[in-house]
């Protein structure tokens, strides 16, 4: 089973939404490749923390990349059931026992955004109540039970407040969704593609794709997508760099303007990435990322979309590209006072919903960084 099967696994049996066949599945995994002779959890934490123990005894830091994957799948469960997060230097050195970080506590983002219509009224989605919420010249916006944003076109049968008796849909008119530092939202769009939106990102779109020759959104930030197939009518991503155009697919977007590098990594169909002066075309798998010229190279489509399912997932990464990323979710300004630990690599997996004390003391087990936090400042500095 791969790492992508386990989360959703896992995740569904966090939430009680996991159907017995899952559960089953679920079940045999653990088994064979944690535990073999081990029980189907009924209470979590303990489980948890006896999973941690012997994870503590048996697991040396990793010397390859083969060795850490099949550590992480072991580790998984801890991880995802919430319990922590474990991270492995892959920096030889001396590993330190843990700081104690007992200060200001930060809890985890979760589900936030600002929807902004057409007529510049902002809607507060994290206070909205579910059900209906705004009706637009022919399209009903709706906030569903699972947090969910949806747009659909009006029956002309309808008899809805505010329509004005009118059911003509304006196909010049965008609405905005934004979320800010430690939010995230999904969006279903008025064509049925849905979006997942990650922390600190923007989506602007038309209120309705009727009409147009092109289905063109606009991105900053990082957004997951997938695409209702319409041959007829291209699907386009433009960002301030870059356009994504598919047809129908699944595929991340990764465009923050304070990141050197905009990463597209396609898990379904096909897409084309274009630039004033360059092109390329990606198959399943495949990444691209956009300095100054197209670099495209095979994927680890799961560290990809991991934000999307609940998680981080690292893989060799730079301290400041994670601390980039948790300064995002977790709503934080970080700094370093020694710049050369911005350069020292991790590997990691962990949910991203748990408090940032628990993050951070495992990452100061297992390099030489030490993290304080001061207010809503997480400061980075050497190990003395």
């Given at each position: 089973?791969?790492?992508?099967?386990?989360?959703?696994?896992?995740?569904?049996?966090?939430?009680?939404?996991?159907?017995?066949?899952?559960?089953?599945?679920?079940?045999?995994?653990?088994?064979?490749?944690?535990?073999?002779?081990?029980?189907?959890?009924?209470?979590?934490?303990?489980?948890?923390?006896?999973?941690?123990?012997?994870?503590?005894?048996?697991?040396?830091?990793?010397?390859?990349?083969?060795?850490?994957?099949?550590?992480?799948?072991?580790?998984?469960?801890?991880?995802?059931?919430?319990?922590?997060?474990?991270?492995?230097?892959?920096?030889?050195?001396?590993?330190?026992?843990?700081?104690?970080?007992?200060?200001?506590?930060?809890?985890?983002?979760?589900?936030?955004?600002?929807?902004?219509?057409?007529?510049?009224?902002?809607?507060?989605?994290?206070?909205?109540?579910?059900?209906?919420?705004?009706?637009?010249?022919?399209?009903?916006?709706?906030?569903?039970?699972?947090?969910?944003?949806?747009?659909?076109?009006?029956?002309?049968?309808?008899?809805?407040?505010?329509?004005?008796?009118?059911?003509?849909?304006?196909?010049?008119?965008?609405?905005?969704?934004?979320?800010?530092?430690?939010?995230?939202?999904?969006?279903?769009l008025p064509d049925g593609s849905k979006v997942w939106l990650n922390?600190?990102?923007?989506?602007?779109?038309?209120?309705s794709f009727n009409s147009q020759k092109e289905r063109r959104v606009?991105?900053?930030?990082?957004?997951?997508?997938?695409?209702?197939?319409?041959?007829?009518?291209?699907?386009?991503?433009?960002?301030?760099?870059?356009?994504?155009?598919?047809?129908?697919?699944?595929?991340?977007?990764?465009?923050?303007?304070?990141?050197?590098?905009?990463?597209?990594?396609?898990?379904?169909?096909?897409?084309?990435?274009?630039?004033?002066?360059?092109?390329?075309?990606?198959?399943?798998?495949?990444?691209?990322?956009?300095?100054?010229?197209?670099?495209?190279?095979?994927?680890?489509?799961?560290?990809?979309?991991?934000?999307?399912?609940?998680?981080?997932?690292?893989?060799?990464?730079?301290?400041?590209?994670?601390?980039?990323?948790?300064?995002?979710?977790?709503?934080?300004?970080?700094?370093?006072?020694?710049?050369?630990?911005?350069?020292?690599?991790?590997?990691?997996?962990?949910?991203?919903?748990?408090?940032?004390?628990?993050?951070?003391?495992?990452?100061?087990?297992?390099?030489?960084?030490?993290?304080?936090?001061?207010?809503?400042?997480?400061?980075?500095?050497?190990?003395?």
């Open positions: 089973m791969d790492q992508e099967r386990i989360y959703i696994l896992i995740k569904k049996y966090r939430e009680n939404t996991a159907t017995a066949a899952e559960r089953d599945e679920l079940l045999k995994w653990y088994r064979e490749n944690a535990y073999q002779d081990a029980e189907f959890p009924e209470n979590e934490e303990a489980v948890g923390e006896a999973m941690l123990a012997r994870l503590n005894r048996e697991t040396k830091p990793v010397k390859t990349k083969v060795h850490y994957f099949k550590w992480v799948a072991a580790a998984s469960v801890v991880l995802i059931l919430g319990i922590a997060g474990v991270f492995v230097s892959k920096i030889t050195g001396n590993k330190a026992a843990t700081q104690q970080l007992t200060k200001n506590d930060i809890p985890p983002g979760g589900n936030k955004a600002i929807l902004t219509l057409a007529n510049g009224k902002k809607i507060s989605l994290t206070d909205a109540g579910n059900g209906q919420i705004a009706n637009q010249n022919g399209i009903k916006v709706t906030k569903a039970a699972n947090g969910q944003l949806v747009y659909t076109i009006i029956d002309r049968s309808e008899n809805l407040p505010g329509a004005a008796g009118s059911n003509q849909i304006n196909t010049s008119d965008f609405n905005t969704i934004e979320t800010p530092k430690g939010g995230q939202y999904q969006v279903v922390a600190y990102t923007s989506l602007k779109f038309p209120v606009e991105l900053s930030g990082e957004a997951y997508f997938e695409v209702t197939h319409n041959k007829e009518l291209p699907f386009r991503v433009v960002t301030n760099r870059q356009t994504v155009e598919v047809l129908g697919t699944h595929f991340d977007v990764n465009a923050y303007a304070d990141d050197a590098v905009t990463k597209t990594t396609l898990l379904q169909g096909s897409v084309r990435v274009t630039t004033a002066s360059s092109k390329v075309i990606l198959i399943p798998g495949q990444q691209a990322k956009l300095t100054n010229t197209f670099d495209v190279s095979e994927a680890n489509t799961t560290e990809a979309i991991a934000w999307k399912n609940g998680y981080f997932n690292f893989d060799d990464e730079k301290l400041e590209n994670i601390m980039r990323s948790v300064s995002r979710w977790y709503n934080v300004d970080v700094v370093f006072e020694d710049q050369s630990l911005k350069k020292e690599t991790f590997g990691a997996v962990t949910t991203r919903f748990a408090n940032i004390t628990t993050l951070l003391k495992m990452m100061e087990q297992t390099g030489d960084a030490r993290f304080s936090i001061q207010g809503n400042t997480i400061t980075v500095s050497k190990r003395k």
